[in-house]
Structures are given as C-alpha cells and as structure tokens.
C-alpha cells in the first residue's frame, strides 16, 4: 500500500510512540501514528530493535501497520485495539499475520473489514457477534454488526520482569503465556 489512503485526521500524525520496558519483556505502542512515519522511523535502520508485544498502531487501519515497520520489530504477538468496524483492516492484518517472529494476532473485536480470512480465531478476540449476526453482515442480509457488545469485554496482558507475559481474554477464559525467548 503506498500513497496516503486513510491518513484524514491530522492529529494522528502526532502520535507518541512508546516503547515499554520492563526487564526483558519489551512492548511498543505507537499510538495513530500513519504508515508514512512508520516508514520514516525505520527506514534506512531500524532503531528500536524487537519487542515482544506490539500494539497494532492506529486500530489497524489502512494508515499504519507498514511492512517495514511490523517485520522489523518482528513481534511475537501483536494486540490490536480495533473495533467492528474500526480498523482491522485487509491490508494491516496481511503484514501483521505475515510477519516472521509472530506468534498470536489478538483483537479487540472481530472484525467485519478483515472478513473471514483474516480474523484471528475467535478465542484470541475479546467481542465477538453471534455467527448469525456476523453471516448476515457478510452475505449483505440486512445485518449491520454494530459493535454493541454487553458486556463489553477487554483483553488483559501480564508481564513479568524476566521477559514472560501473559494475555487473558475475559469472555472466554482463554489465556496464553509467552514464556522468554
């Protein structure tokens, strides 16, 4: 993806980045920062080196989520805070599935841009509709997967000093540790 498609707000380009460090576990977040900085940030070099966990920047959306920068990270689990219909989108969950360290992709929502070959396995997602909802939408029978999840639920991630994490999905028990690399 080149270009500047789906850069519209301008506040997003002044994003804070950060990366997270606690002993040996690493995690980034960059916020809403657009694909044209991630490139920037990376290219020729990449200063920042691996993390553990990255925060997929800008929800997923097609603005962020740059080859360069997901593969140069190289993550071994991305969390995108995406919703229904925010973010998660074709392109940003190509990379992010692509890339070479990765280990699990967890999401916020499931998401109705990425379709059904993109989207994580459902306990890896914190809010999912029920399939019936989720097939109307897809076949255009008159569904509208609004998002409005109650309970709502959240994605929960645990790290420790020595380098290992842990995320728990609270809808459905599910939880994954990342022991060291």
């Not at 071994?76 to 692509?98: C, D, F, W, Y």
């Not at 029978?141 to 929960?156: D, E, I, Q, V």
Request: glycine residues 12%; neutral net charge; proline residues 7%.
């Amino acid at each position: 993806m080149t270009g500047t498609t789906g850069l519209v707000d301008p506040d997003d380009a002044q994003s804070v980045g950060s990366v997270i460090v606690l002993g040996q576990f690493r995690a980034a977040d960059f916020g809403d920062m657009w694909r044209t900085k991630e490139l920037e940030l990376m290219c020729p070099n990449n200063p920042l080196g691996t993390v553990d966990l990255l925060f997929a920047s800008s929800h997923g959306a097609i603005a962020s989520g740059s080859l360069p920068f997901v593969h140069g990270l190289r993550p071994r689990v991305v969390l995108m805070q995406n919703g229904t219909r925010k973010g998660g989108a074709v392109e940003p969950m190509k990379t992010i599935l692509s890339s070479p360290a990765l280990e699990n992709l967890w999401q916020m929502h499931w998401s109705y841009n990425a379709g059904l070959e993109q989207n994580t396995p459902a306990q890896f997602i914190a809010n999912v509709d029920e399939p019936a909802q989720i097939a109307s939408v897809l076949t255009g029978a008159g569904g509208r997967g609004n998002g409005a999840h109650t309970p709502s639920y959240w994605l929960k991630v645990s790290a420790s000093p020595e380098g290992s994490f842990t995320i728990t999905n609270p809808r459905n028990g599910f939880s994954q540790t990342y022991v060291k690399r």
